[in-house]
């Protein structure tokens, strides 16, 4: 439903709607609203304090935006220029592709979607759109992850020939996650929340804070925590599409989770490079560092941090930066200055690997990418 009517934007704005106003879509329409060329035209939101929040927000800074408790709606809105998708995983490709078939350029948070075949069909509908997609791999747009891979590019450390990374969280530890006795003061449409999805489950409280650990509708902590440094690996190394993912991983103990909470992937990639990447969601803090091992030198890297050549001792960024950079990235390849730095094609990688590091442990077997007929084989 629309609260507002329609408003033509000013000529050279581009007007954006927001599916889901969430923790994510919220860092997002901050970002949104310090940007010139943006007018926040519309929010969508299944969770209605979320979405009448998030409204007020942007009506306080001057945006004449309208509510969508359903995304259709929102997508069919013909005032709205771009869509940012920051839903739950399971939702991401479907939104995604509905989007682009309206003709609106998209920014999809990653993971990019929950399943390889799914990749499979984004990568198809991005080749055949005239449409700007911007996945949220805002490490492509951090000025350290820039400075670094023009650093690595130009051969002050020589070819990449292995990363080793870890990502800890603590995200499933007793009292940071939210279980048991939790209650929404306000409505949230838990059916229109499970768009999309063949069997829908009996209205959950616990499934609507915590889906990332059901598989349903995430990818646990491999997906989580896994997608964000391997796209980083992946711009250092200009890799992309694994050859192989073994993986072993460690189930959630918490009551009801279908997902691991703790995996150990080691990927190989044509050319002979590889990567080894621990990740752990019930961690007793955040954590997070790649070492990069070349031939001519070794580097460590962080969101924040960058040590090695051929950068000063100490580089220091922040991830705010870079998702403002990367909106901004957004925007300017709309307008057509430049290309998008994380277009399906290039963030697709990362998400695949996570995925075939999950169809990997659940199979106890090597899951490897066949290129030449794009699809997964264990």
Request: with cysteine; aromatic share 8%; charged share 20%.
């Amino acid at each position: 439903m629309g609260a507002l009517a329609v408003a033509k934007a000013p000529a050279g704005q581009i007007v954006v709607g927001v599916i889901g106003a969430g923790f994510r879509g919220m860092q997002l329409i901050h970002a949104c609203l310090d940007h010139p060329s943006i007018r926040i035209g519309a929010v969508c939101e299944t969770y209605e304090p979320r979405m009448f929040g998030a409204g007020a927000i942007t009506r306080a800074r001057g945006h004449k935006t309208r509510y969508y408790r359903l995304y259709r709606d929102l997508i069919a809105d013909g005032d709205i220029t771009a869509v940012i998708v920051a839903t739950p995983d399971f939702s991401h490709s479907m939104m995604t592709l509905e989007a682009l078939k309206a003709g609106k350029h998209v920014y999809v948070e990653q993971p990019l979607c929950l399943s390889w075949e799914q990749g499979v069909e984004l990568l198809k509908a991005e080749r055949d759109s005239n449409r700007v997609v911007q996945v949220g791999s805002q490490r492509r747009s951090s000025p350290i992850y820039i400075a670094a891979a023009k650093g690595i590019s130009a051969g002050a450390l020589g070819h990449l020939r292995m990363a080793r990374a870890y990502s800890d969280s603590d995200a499933l530890r007793p009292g940071v996650l939210k279980r048991g006795g939790v209650k929404l003061t306000e409505p949230l449409n838990f059916f229109d929340w499970q768009a999309g999805l063949a069997v829908k489950a009996p209205f959950s409280v616990d499934r609507f804070l915590n889906w990332r650990y059901y598989s349903e509708y995430g990818g646990g902590a491999v997906t989580s925590l896994g997608c964000s440094v391997l796209d980083g690996i992946h711009m250092l190394a200009g890799a992309n599409f694994p050859l192989t993912v073994k993986a072993s991983g460690v189930p959630t103990t918490v009551e009801g989770f279908d997902t691991f909470e703790r995996a150990a992937l080691t990927v190989e990639y044509p050319g002979g490079q590889l990567v080894t990447l621990a990740l752990d969601a019930a961690a007793q803090n955040r954590r997070e560092l790649t070492s990069l091992d070349c031939d001519a030198g070794h580097a460590d890297i962080t969101p924040d941090e960058y040590t090695g050549p051929p950068l000063p001792r100490r580089l220091v960024d922040g991830e705010g930066i870079a998702t403002r950079a990367h909106l901004a990235n957004f925007v300017d390849a709309i307008e057509g200055r430049g290309s998008a730095r994380a277009p399906v094609s290039a963030a697709f990688g990362a998400t695949l690997v996570c995925q075939m590091a999950n169809l990997s442990i659940r199979a106890g077997r090597t899951a490897r990418w066949n290129a030449a007929e794009q699809r997964v084989e264990i």
